[in-house]
T-cell receptor
């Protein structure tokens, strides 16, 4: 059974710091891995999608890496800003499982001005 | 381009009433997924539908919950005889669809927050 774990559960950093969020999964037979952002009381915003054949994706100050063999992904946020404060979720999808994403519990990030 | 549209955004029901949540996928998307986020818990898959077909309902509770995606109109998640434990945020997502393996990127709506009194 696929399980997704995110550490830390919460993180507080001063503005301007570079930071790394971690995601691990137990079954390496994934189709893709997606990082989302969720603001309080809001929906999910897709940040980055990494296909199983890829090792990383970049968008602006965000960089996500994927190491299937070790069952890990990291989301790197450069030069953090207070507007980055949110809960970050990673989710994996499995082959032949359609849109059945398996989510981690999320990392709640707070960036202090 | 409108994103995934869900309504109502907030719904309050008393125990025993019915709740109907609607989801219109993004334009051009033919695959719809429902997820539930219980308080203090992560997002859990409920059901995956294509037009007029339920593809995977392995995450749906066996009783009181049903979902449909008719040929015309939005997808509907229906909860009959609601109980307090149904209080949660219900999210809909859509994708262009890909037959066979896995999925492409999912796009989520803002969610419908159900409160059962």
């Amino acid at each position: 059974k696929q399980e997704v774990t995110q550490i830390p559960a919460a993180l507080s950093v001063p503005e301007g710091e570079n930071l790394v969020l971690n995601c691990s999964f137990t079954d390496s037979a994934i189709y893709n891995l997606q990082w989302f952002r969720q603001d309080p009381g809001k929906g999910l915003t897709s940040l980055l999608l990494i296909q199983s054949s890829q090792r990383e994706q970049t968008s602006g100050r965000l960089n996500a890496s994927l190491d299937k063999s070790s069952g890990r992904s990291t989301l790197y946020i450069a030069a953090s800003q207070p507007g980055d404060s949110a809960t970050y979720l990673c989710a994996v999808s499995l082959y032949n499982q359609g849109g059945k994403l398996i989510f981690g519990q999320g990392t709640e990030l707070s960036v202090k001005p | 381009n409108a994103g995934v549209m869900q309504n109502p955004r907030h719904l309050v029901r008393r125990r025993g009433q019915e709740a109907r949540l609607r989801c219109s996928p993004m334009k051009g998307h033919s695959h719809v997924y429902w997820y539930r986020q219980l308080p203090e818990e992560g997002l859990k898959f409920m059901v995956y539908l294509q037009k007029e077909n339920i593809i995977d309902e392995s995450g749906m509770p066996k009783e009181r919950f049903s979902a449909e995606f008719p040929k015309e109109g939005p997808s509907i998640l229906r909860i009959q005889q609601v109980v307090r434990g149904d209080s949660a945020a219900y999210f809909c997502a859509s994708s262009p669809g890909r037959s066979g393996m896995g999925t492409g990127e999912l796009f989520f709506g803002e969610g419908s927050r159900l409160t059962v009194l």
